[in-house]
């Protein structure tokens, strides 16, 4: 996933006073509304169906055999390489072998990227080397590489302090640690580095960028990542450390003498190319032309196999609606799930397919997304049009027993389903346990060895409840205020590729 | 560590009988005497000043600020790499600055092997990069790499049935997983595929070898050490994966098609060079020509900073000299630290002072090794003179409170100490908890911020306790019959480096 969804300081807030187990939802929510005297919106055979779904999923293990299926027959699929193309033709066979309907690739233009080697080096006081990755659209260097002392600064927002001639000629050092926690906190603070870090201090001059990985793995895997250029600034070589490797180059920042580090890598930016968002539907019947939308992303980094980031969301949405459209009444509403291209490295697909789709937008009566693992769920919010929210709650005591607790409105929809709610589609958040999701997120170990098939089937049950309810809810979500900023490519992109090599 | 010290079965059964909480420890200990009706061997002065020595070392950090500072200011430290030089100078500052005396650098001639680059990727059916590093060693291919099928094979064992046709001219690939357990159970089995399994596979005409890395990470941090080779089979190079890509490889070949591997390793032999074992004492006040001998290594792999490999050896090792030396009533043997050239590579260091200091042999009266990182301790074993159990048994009393169990008299000494055990020289370990170390150990990911201060202290309590009641045990811990081989190079090389290239 990338940075939009924990990004906000309102859910951040949300997620904060909801970590704290002793606090009870209807307390940590101020927007949430009271229990609806009206009947319920489900007629009780949709609600009854609903948990049998819901326990149905719980012995299923479609979800999983696909993770493993991706992860090892295609494994790492960086937007525009190779085994993105592989993820594509993986995902439109295994669509048609699972019966999805109006299965197709729909075209996306990618940046295409090169990692290259990358290697760091202390030089002085006490030479060592340093396993390190470039951010994901770095420039590489000369091939002797850029060598210089090292200025340590905390955080993106402790930059704005730092005077030119601290960080001109030098190369500068993001030290922020990003602690573990349920709601992944300190992740945007991490990833506000990651992202403008190299940039502003190329501003002031500096000549190459570190960071400390934007995560709580404590393994020597650094965390790689998408950076953001605006053209105009020359770019300069910018590269994570593990934890272990930061916290060596502190030590030898404590020692008092200068430290001076040697940066060398290949990476390079190699044009554009096309890929596809894949999109696949079980068709409704009675309301056929009304989208329920799943999405998650097929692209992945490079370092490990995309294993919960995000192969698990690919696996865990196509099994929640094949296993709805298995259900009885049938859902009235279209399921569709859209695997996202690129993702990681500019939201280049959830672009394509809001431009693409604008035209249908009011068809997609509801949006979901699974991209943060596979991990134990404990929350639910949603962003619907005011009076839905009784619907909510409904959907949110059919997996109350997998421990999900309604958590009021804040709901992004998720970094791919952006561009669609800013265009009026309303979206569900499924909250899940982050801690373990940032030990391995965008590192070399995000692989399908550190995949829970219990947990992956609880995530299941959830999305199948929900999606089947909402398949079937009476009247729809409403539609959420329109933000006035045009769609398509100029919606923030996350990574310009830099203009001067 | 290297091997020896866990290959032996009689101490796998009695740490698995021990590891049982519930079994007392006289039931687990076949070769445990009675408590001795004798009067302690130690004075009531002694065994006070032991208990205040054993509190003191629990409030001092001298051990864990020399494991910070030998892994910040020199790092890896391979044997004859620029490395391992400056950890011999590190090693004479620190002991002449903490007030050693004798403080001397003894010749030890080391192979010198350079690991270069290693790359391994699936080919065929699915193409994915893997996570490998070159076992110590090994050969490099030739720079397109060599490329072949797959075959599985269990064990180092397995490998004795399968016929020449089944691995001639294919890359065999040993997947036994080590299981995570206090005692290191599994580390012998998994290790002996790392030292002989090349040299096995090369007779049986392999092209290559990878294995399954012979440590618990769950990281893809793959786990190097020594390799064995006779003279005479032509070597072939030899890899090992991380976990989770023996995994993926696994997951492939589950799959029942062909599974085809390339390997790419410049790793190459350089001769040999020059380093030292690190010697310094502190005198003792009345049998001074009397020897206690702490040992630990000097030199560590190359991936991580050898943090618990051995750096808490030497640190703990030296802070608990340090401690008892400042003890009163002084010790009155001699306290001997030996900082151990090259153990991981063929316990150069090891066979070098045996061989310098034969004819000094009866003057070491005990001596003890710290090799398995700063781990909780549990047990002590014995191997001196049976008549001297009773001392030992007293030593034990004084650390019980550590939470250490005397376990008998399976002792080893520990790698470094063999030779002279095999000299006659009577031997203590300390065992400590072993399953956080096999997480470690030989990968990138033996750093220091993984050592926990509290359990520096606790093993330099132990150690300092134990070496100062030893330099004051009435009567000495006897003789060891002597193991009838001779001394020096000849003495069972872990590696002899291959002759053909």
Redesign the interface.
């Known amino acids: 996933m990338s940075l939009r969804r924990l990004a906000s300081p309102l859910v951040a807030l949300l997620l904060t006073l909801s970590a704290a187990t002793s606090v009870p939802a209807a307390t940590a929510v101020p927007a949430s509304t009271p229990t609806p005297a009206a009947p319920t919106p489900f007629t009780p055979a949709v609600l009854s169906e609903a948990r049998a779904l819901r326990e149905r999923a719980l012995v299923d293990d479609t979800a999983y055999e696909l993770v493993?299926s991706l992860?090892?027959?295609?494994?790492?699929r960086l937007a525009g390489t190779?085994g993105d193309a592989a993820a594509v033709a993986w995902a439109i066979r295994t669509l048609n072998n699972l019966g999805f309907q109006n299965v197709r690739a729909e075209p996306v233009t990618v940046p295409r990227w090169v990692r290259g080697e990358a290697r760091a080096e202390i030089v002085a006081p006490?030479?060592?080397?340093l396993?390190a990755t470039s951010l994901g659209g770095s420039v590489g260097t000369a091939p002797e590489g850029v060598e210089a002392e090292v200025v340590p600064v905390t955080t993106f927002d402790d930059l704005k302090s730092m005077p030119r001639e601290r960080v001109e000629g030098r190369i500068l050092f993001f030290t922020f640690r990003m602690e573990r926690s349920r709601d992944g906190e300190g992740y945007g603070k991490a990833a506000a580095a990651r992202g403008r870090g190299a940039a502003e201090a190329a501003k002031l001059g500096a000549v190459g960028m570190v960071m400390r990985s934007a995560g709580t793995?404590?393994?020597?895997?650094p965390h790689t990542g998408a950076q953001r250029w605006s053209d105009g600034i020359p770019p300069i070589p910018a590269m994570a450390l593990s934890?272990?490797d930061a916290?060596?180059l502190e030590?030898?920042l404590a020692?008092g003498k200068p430290v001076r580090l040697r940066l060398v890598s290949t990476a390079r930016w190699d044009g554009e190319t096309e890929s596809a968002n894949v999109v696949g539907e079980i068709p409704g019947e009675g309301l056929r032309d009304e989208i329920v939308l799943l999405g998650a992303h097929l692209d992945s980094w490079d370092l490990?196999?995309g294993a919960h980031d995000d192969a698990t969301g690919v696996g865990i949405i196509t099994a929640a609606v094949k296993l709805a459209a298995e259900a009885k009444p049938r859902p009235k509403r279209t399921l569709r799930v859209v695997f996202y291209a690129n993702e990681e490295f500019g939201l280049s697909g959830a672009r394509a397919y809001a431009a693409a789709h604008a035209d249908a937008i009011e068809r997609h009566v509801l949006g979901m997304e699974s991209d943060l693992g596979a991990f134990q769920p404990f929350g639910l919010t949603a962003r619907v049009a005011p009076d839905r929210l009784p619907l909510v709650r409904a959907m949110q005591s059919v997996v109350e027993s997998l421990g999900i607790k309604y958590l009021g409105t804040e709901a992004s929809g998720g970094a791919d389903l952006g561009p669609l709610r800013e265009l009026g589609m309303p979206v569900l958040d499924l909250w899940t346990d982050a801690a373990p999701y940032f030990d391995l997120h965008h590192t070399?170990?995000d692989?399908?060895?550190?995949v829970d098939p219990t947990l992956v089937r609880q995530n299941v049950a959830a999305y199948a409840a929900i999606a089947y309810l909402a398949a079937h809810a009476q009247g729809g979500f409403g539609r959420l205020p329109k933000v006035e900023r045009p769609v398509g490519p100029a919606v923030a992109p996350a990574t310009t590729p830099p203009s001067t090599r």
């Open positions: 493993r992860t090892n027959e295609v494994g790492p190779p006490w030479p060592q080397p396993v793995s404590t393994s020597r895997t934890n272990p916290d060596l030590q030898q020692a490990g196999t070399a170990n692989t399908f060895d550190k």
